[in-house]
């Protein structure tokens, strides 16, 4: 059985680009910047899961607008707790009302007029287009004016900003009575989003300038929210207010580093707002909204089949299989074991974003299960496969990093246990490392635990959350099966146990013995950034051709096996004929994607440095500059470097440091273990995460130009990256092409066109170079265009002199080419067969005693022997497409004693006004070997003088000329006593 005939997921789940946009802020939508999906209304809703909280915000909202009272929302929720969705579908609605029956039901459409001209103001506390400042250019430049304030905002969005331009000149909120004034005789919805990013970040803005200023902008943003909430509420405005804290039964929880300002808030506005419930308030809330997100049809009825297959599960097992057979009628495709984990990761994991980051985590679930999984009835928690390094790095964040060792560990130890004879090895050692990663995954939220907790699972929920029927039963592995495994795995012999996964009391977990870490990061503060510089520019050196898991190693088909490694953008001094990457580590932070003409990467690709000066480059073409602009990612890859270079030093100093031989024994692995770790980390982050451009050399509009374009990283080493972006936008061929003559032909002459034909007399090392040297071709080694000139050859459409020879078609007796040297010439196919036809025509003669041999070539054609030589005389028109489509053999004749015949000319081409009545052609018969005999002249048309002779000896034969035009063959024939030959003359009469 297989979950993919049952669903069907949405596109944009495998564009991986789209995980890093699964929650886009507010000014994003509004300013169309982000993906499709969120901008367009429509695809919006669809990928909205309707929750009670968000039904009733609707509601409220409408009902604000509809009887004409004002309203404030209090939303609070945690970072990626699904507020910003709600803002955004609120923001859909009121500009396209007609899709409120989606939300509300038909009944809405009757109170339509209601809605009409609501005008939507978006603030969003991330982006100084909606939430202007007075912090240095965060101000909005509007008409001569420079809005500082969000009162100014709002106002001048309302077009009254003179009303409030002396309290936004002064940075001062307005009066009550102020605000009622600009939205008097207005319906307004005030979208206010990531308020208290706004607040903290001007609160502890540096002191630029006189800090007082700002710190009392601060206080009044707050005031100002008091001032709004007491305005609206006798006027037609409803605001919604986001704030960063959960709504527990004690009140707002702050999210860390907000506490002031929800405190601050929730005293000025609580009192006249209406505090929304949480958005996701439920794990089916949750569920259903991943569902909504991650596929666009779900079969039903299917979840009713493995709803029924599960319960007879748990009815054959009860001890070790837990009854999940109707919430999985509730949350199918997803087990149910598998929202509560994710649910509880995301929650209780201070790195992560709540709701967000389960998408995002899901999304990459569900494209890897998609990928690599055939069989499956669901989809499991521990398909949050950590052996994945994407999926890792997103449950293993940075407030975990510890664990990133305990994972290891664990995955190492499972290749080593044993497996009983007759069972699957693979699928063993599988539900080996599931039954652990259940652990891991539902326990390491709560570190640090030594003991056993009530939170932590027993082994029905560990069997349960492991064991997938469709996955296991094939290979006899049984629930029973999987709990004796469990045990084995956490209190079994040496061979089974896992490190760091404990049961006791019947409850199972992970925790860390021994924690480094703190000892790492407090070394790692006195470790300089050039040491740590160095230690990623011998990394990147190295991963350009290691992956990053340093399983394989890939050798560049275009570029150079090494690469230049900088810190920073820089000239180079060498100009050569070979392709190669420059990576720069440092960040570039100025560029982007698209065309440069000038600049710091234009001058990388285009010159060389030359003393103080810089020199155009004469291969233009031979150089790619892979690079990021990423300031942040840079900084924590700096960070890790730190890191590891702290392991190392902690590592020779550990056995001064402690003289209990035990604890060096412990430290001295958790190091290693700890390095090695953050070593994958630092690889996986330069060649899947930091590198995201890449700039080539190309030509627009007859000017050369660098191109910027955005990598995708796909593959698992820096030479790959970039020779499969390069493939992606037409740079780099696919060998297959690059080696093809008939593209080599069109990239030479500029594009395909109808008829390929090489037209042009050059040398090979010319050829060669103009693919270094011109940035509108494409990036092809030598190796490739000679493989193509070569294919070009075997095709016939090339020739190549060498030196005095010629080669074109292969023929017996006639040297091959089997590889080009630089100074070969490549020919047109004509010149190349005239060529070849003139140096086939020779006819060799050798004595050897009294037999003379001869050797000649001759062309099969219409089942006829014809020597080269007479080709051109016999078929004028078209001997080089006979010549080139025949076989063309290598004849040999041995003679004692004869004649041959000699007649000049073959061929005769006459006009019938010429009033010509006869022709003549001179024959000559001359002697081979010691012949001696008489020779009789026998022609079929004409009369011969002599008609005989004993060579050598010469003829006159005088042919008749026809009165019709026409090709007229005739024949004259040769006899001794013992031998006869013949020879033909063409006679071509024209009108």
Known sequence: MSLWKYVSIREDVFNRALDEEVAPSLSRVLFREANKIYVDPEEFINITYQTNTIKKIVSEVIESFISGIGRTIMLPSAYGGGKTHIMILLYHLIKKPNLLPRILGDQIKIKYDALGNIEVIVIDGTDKRT??????GEGLEIGGKVIKTLWGYIAYKLNAYDKVQTYDEMLISPEKITLSQIFSGKKVLILVDELGIYYNRLAKAPQIGDIKVIERYVEQVVMFLRMLSESIKDNCVVLILSIPAELTEKGLEPEPGYEDFVRKVENEVARVAIRAEKPIATSEDFANILKKRLFSEIDEGNA????????NLHVDHQD??????????????????????LREVVERNRDLQKTRDALRISRKVLR?????????????????????????????????????LVINKVIDKIREIPVEEGVNSDAYRDLAYRLSLYVFLRTYIYDPYLEPRSEFPGKSEVVTGAYDPVRYEEFLI????????????SSGSIEYRIPHLYGRDGYYWVTRLLDVQELVKKEAEKVDDLTAVNHVLNEVKILFTRSYDAREQAKPTVFTLEPIVLLRSELIEDDVPRYRVIIVTSPLEDLIEGSYSSGSIYDMIYYRSSGRQKTMRRYSNTTVVLFSNNLSEWRDIINVAKMIVACERLDKLIKKVYGDKRVVKILEDELKDLKESLGRQLKYKLVARYFNLIAYPTRENNVNIVRVQRITPTRKTLSEVVEETLKSVGKVLEEKYAVDFDVLVSILEGGPKQEIKWIKEMKVSDIVSAFFEDPALQMIPEKYVKEALLSGLRKLSIGV??????YFKSIEGTEVLSELRDDDVVIPLEKAAEKQIEELSRVEEELKEDIIIRRYYVVIYEGKEIPVGELKLRYPDNYVKIFITSDVKL?????????????????????IDEGLEKVNVKILIKRVGKFEDEVLLKPNEGIIEPLKGVPDFEAIWTIPVPKEPGEYRYVLQAESVKLIRSSEVELIVKK
């Open 320 to 341: 070790i299989i837990k009854d999940v057979s109707e919430d999985v009628v509730r949350l199918y495709p997803f087990h149910p074991l598998f929202i509560n984990v």
């Open 368 to 404: 890897c299960l998609y990928e690599k999984v055939k069989d499956l009835s669901l989809i499991m928690p521990t398909d949050i496969d950590l052996r994945i390094e994407e999926i890792r790095t997103w449950v293993i964040t940075k407030s975990f990093l510890g664990f990133d």
């Open 801 to 806: 002199i060498r030196g005095e020879k010629i």
């Open 478 to 489: 049984s629930p029973s099966m999987t709990s004796e495994l469990l045990d084995r795995l």
């Open 891 to 911: 004849r040999e004749e041995r003679i004692r004693h004869g004649f041959d015949i000699s007649i000049e000319p073959r061929r005769l081409e006459i006009k």
């Open 131 to 136: 939430a202007p400042s007075p912090l240095p």
């Open 304 to 311: 009713q089949v493995i709803s029924r297959r599960l319960r």
